[in-house]
């Protein structure tokens, strides 16, 4: 079980005594909208004696009960897990779901109370703590509820205006800044630390230090406690999406120029933000100038607002092809348009079968779930759809009912795998996975994996190296399932890389496993038999 510990309000007491308390978190000061555990922290470093009545968490004005269920001594810091008291959690681990159905957070609105009885924490020299009784709150999560721009397009971004479900107090950029970055995370402008509210404080208009008019698409990751509700409360993290396009009318074609293809067939003419096309009675025809000299016309059909435009012979000899759409050759919402020329490469090029060259980690029994890494016999990349969106930028892992979200991690850089992280974040410099530790068969279908492949590296006409895809679109085939244990080996400790943290169920730390028992490693449980 991976942790991560935060610090709560530090505790006002007198302090001259060796073992107290240092703070607890939550605190019962600042609203939050979700408890996953308990933490208390120390002077010294603990342990931890459960009680055999359970430690009851109740919201003061209602029925709803937790209770902690278990408990792991950190170090300073004792920590609680809970799970909610009802009728649902006794039938669904009567039914053996323990790990996929409990409520083991507390997300529920409402002021929560609980005591930790004397005697439960002592430190390791064997101080008592005297126990107290604790209160938190559980507002109503701050939320957005909309923002613009956003994935619908604009022609320019210089500001964004993200609007709340609560009234915001308070706006505290963290000390890193936020940055809007593209489709692979290029920074292409900060936003500033000048901040306006609406009347109604709801709606927060954050400031771009430079604006941003390249069409393409854009996100800007809103981290955690950057924006506080009247009621205390403070925003999660999350990701916007927003677009900038090219709204005036204009055409584009299927072959494009500087493009190196294998063959070449009919020219298709599209349309963006044309509502009718016309072609123009009398007007010059689509001509291709041929490899070696000579030429070739095209005939011109109008149908559902596209242009076909079909040549009198096919095109086989390799070399260079120049097409020229003539000026005057068809309108736009009543607007002609302007001459075109493509510049295209025939060529041939033999494309090398794609294959799996291996799935990690291998189908069959492991202790947690993480990632997802498919290697490939050549290289790969990810496709795009029609907006350049990479097409299985996500995927979905299945156990039962359940559905995980599994992430492609951008930041891996290998050109020949994919590598899929389970609940990942970002963290404004790389992606961090939350691993599975509920037990339970995993499956994944590689099919919702669309890639490109069989890349060719090239000198484009300005002397820059650039690449293209001639494998496009291939969906992957195949099904993996793992069987999560939820239990770590002895082997699989030996060959993590770093130092190792060892405790027993007392608290204690250990230098090593020597005999049979129940140990916590790097916040994983270990049974040594």
């Given at each position: 079980m991976s942790m991560f510990l935060l610090l709560g309000t530090a505790i006002a007491q007198d302090n001259t005594g060796d073992f107290y308390l240092?703070?607890?978190?939550?605190?019962?000061?600042?609203?939050?909208?979700?408890?996953?555990?308990?933490?208390?922290?120390?002077?010294?470093?603990?342990?931890?004696?459960?009680?055999q009545e359970n430690i009851v968490i109740k919201e003061q004005n209602s029925d709803i009960e937790y209770r902690i269920y278990d408990a792991m001594a950190l170090d300073a810091y004792a920590i609680f897990y809970i799970e909610k008291v009802s009728a649902d959690n006794?039938?669904?681990?009567?039914?053996?779901?323990?790990?996929?159905?409990?409520?083991?957070?507390?997300?529920?609105?409402?002021?929560?109370?609980?005591?930790?009885p004397a005697g439960v924490i002592t430190s390791t020299d064997g101080e008592e703590y005297a126990g107290d009784t604790f209160t938190f709150t559980i507002g109503t999560p701050l939320e957005i509820v909309e923002y613009t721009p956003n994935e619908n397009g604009t022609d320019k971004i210089e500001n964004i205006q993200i609007t709340f479900n609560?009234?915001?107090?308070?706006?505290?950029?963290?000390?890193s800044g936020l940055m809007i970055v593209d489709l692979y995370w290029t920074p292409f402008s900060a936003i500033s630390n000048e901040v306006t509210l609406s009347n109604d404080n709801k709606t927060v208009t954050l400031y771009l230090e430079e604006p941003i008019t390249l069409i393409g698409?854009?996100?800007?990751?809103?981290?955690?406690?950057?924006?506080?509700?009247?009621?205390?409360?403070?925003?999660?993290?999350?990701?916007?999406?927003?677009?900038?396009?090219?709204?005036?009318?204009?055409?584009?074609?299927?072959?494009?120029?500087?493009?190196?293809?294998?063959?070449?067939?009919?020219?298709?003419?599209?349309?963006?933000?044309?509502?009718?096309?016309?072609l123009i009675d009398g007007a010059p025809d689509v001509v291709v100038y041929l490899p070696g000299g000579g030429e070739s016309t095209g005939s011109a059909k109008l149908a559902n607002n596209k242009i076909t435009v079909t040549f009198d012979q096919k095109f086989t000899e390799e070399g260079d092809y120049t097409f020229v759409i003539p000026d005057?050759?068809?309108?736009?919402?009543?607007?002609?348009?302007?001459?075109?020329?493509?510049?295209?490469?025939?060529?041939?090029?033999?494309?090398?079968?794609?294959?799996i060259v291996a799935v990690t980690p291998e189908a069959g029994n492991i202790g947690s779930f993480e990632k997802v890494v498919i290697q490939f016999n050549q290289d790969v990349a990810l496709s795009m759809d029609e907006d350049w969106q990479q097409i299985s930028r996500e995927i979905t892992l299945t156990c039962g009912d359940k559905k995980y979200t599994l992430t492609y991690n951008s930041s891996s850089n290998s050109s020949k795998e994919l590598e899929y992280l389970v609940?990942?974040?970002?963290?404004?410099?790389?992606?961090?996975?939350?691993?599975?530790?509920?037990?339970?068969?995993?499956?994944?279908?590689?099919?919702?994996?669309v890639v490109d492949f069989a890349a060719e590296d090239y000198t484009d006409e300005w002397g820059y190296s650039n690449r293209?895809?001639?494998?496009?679109?291939?969906?992957?085939?195949?099904?993996?399932?793992?069987?999560?244990?939820?239990?770590?080996?002895?082997?699989?400790?030996?060959?993590?890389?770093?130092?190792?943290?060892?405790?027993?169920?007392?608290?204690?730390?250990?230098?090593?496993?020597?005999?049979?028992?129940?140990?916590?490693?790097?916040?994983?449980?270990?049974?040594?038999?």
């Amino acid at each position: 079980m991976s942790m991560f510990l935060l610090l709560g309000t530090a505790i006002a007491q007198d302090n001259t005594g060796d073992f107290y308390l240092v703070s607890v978190k939550p605190d019962s000061k600042t609203p939050v909208s979700r408890v996953d555990y308990i933490q208390l922290e120390f002077s010294k470093n603990v342990a931890i004696a459960l009680p055999q009545e359970n430690i009851v968490i109740k919201e003061q004005n209602s029925d709803i009960e937790y209770r902690i269920y278990d408990a792991m001594a950190l170090d300073a810091y004792a920590i609680f897990y809970i799970e909610k008291v009802s009728a649902d959690n006794a039938a669904a681990k009567k039914d053996g779901k323990e790990e996929d159905e409990v409520v083991k957070y507390i997300s529920e609105v409402g002021t929560y109370s609980y005591t930790i009885p004397a005697g439960v924490i002592t430190s390791t020299d064997g101080e008592e703590y005297a126990g107290d009784t604790f209160t938190f709150t559980i507002g109503t999560p701050l939320e957005i509820v909309e923002y613009t721009p956003n994935e619908n397009g604009t022609d320019k971004i210089e500001n964004i205006q993200i609007t709340f479900n609560k009234p915001i107090i308070k706006v505290e950029m963290p000390n890193s800044g936020l940055m809007i970055v593209d489709l692979y995370w290029t920074p292409f402008s900060a936003i500033s630390n000048e901040v306006t509210l609406s009347n109604d404080n709801k709606t927060v208009t954050l400031y771009l230090e430079e604006p941003i008019t390249l069409i393409g698409t854009y996100y800007l990751d809103i981290y955690n406690n950057i924006f506080t509700s009247e009621d205390g409360t403070k925003n999660e993290y999350t990701s916007i999406m927003f677009k900038v396009s090219d709204n005036r009318p204009s055409f584009a074609t299927n072959l494009q120029d500087g493009d190196r293809v294998k063959e070449i067939g009919d020219l298709e003419i599209t349309f963006n933000n044309v509502k009718e096309v016309k072609l123009i009675d009398g007007a010059p025809d689509v001509v291709v100038y041929l490899p070696g000299g000579g030429e070739s016309t095209g005939s011109a059909k109008l149908a559902n607002n596209k242009i076909t435009v079909t040549f009198d012979q096919k095109f086989t000899e390799e070399g260079d092809y120049t097409f020229v759409i003539p000026d005057g050759m068809f309108t736009m919402d009543g607007t002609a348009n302007e001459e075109r020329q493509i510049n295209v490469v025939l060529y041939t090029f033999t494309i090398t079968p794609l294959e799996i060259v291996a799935v990690t980690p291998e189908a069959g029994n492991i202790g947690s779930f993480e990632k997802v890494v498919i290697q490939f016999n050549q290289d790969v990349a990810l496709s795009m759809d029609e907006d350049w969106q990479q097409i299985s930028r996500e995927i979905t892992l299945t156990c039962g009912d359940k559905k995980y979200t599994l992430t492609y991690n951008s930041s891996s850089n290998s050109s020949k795998e994919l590598e899929y992280l389970v609940n990942a974040t970002w963290t404004g410099y790389e992606f961090t996975s939350t691993p599975i530790t509920a037990e339970g068969d995993y499956t994944l279908d590689l099919s919702q994996v669309v890639v490109d492949f069989a890349a060719e590296d090239y000198t484009d006409e300005w002397g820059y190296s650039n690449r293209r895809w001639h494998g496009k679109g291939e969906r992957l085939s195949g099904t993996y399932t793992w069987t999560v244990t939820g239990e770590t080996s002895v082997k699989d400790i030996a060959t993590e890389s770093g130092s190792q943290a060892i405790y027993d169920l007392t608290g204690r730390r250990v230098d090593a496993i020597n005999k049979a028992g129940i140990y916590i490693v790097n916040g994983k449980k270990l049974i040594v038999k």
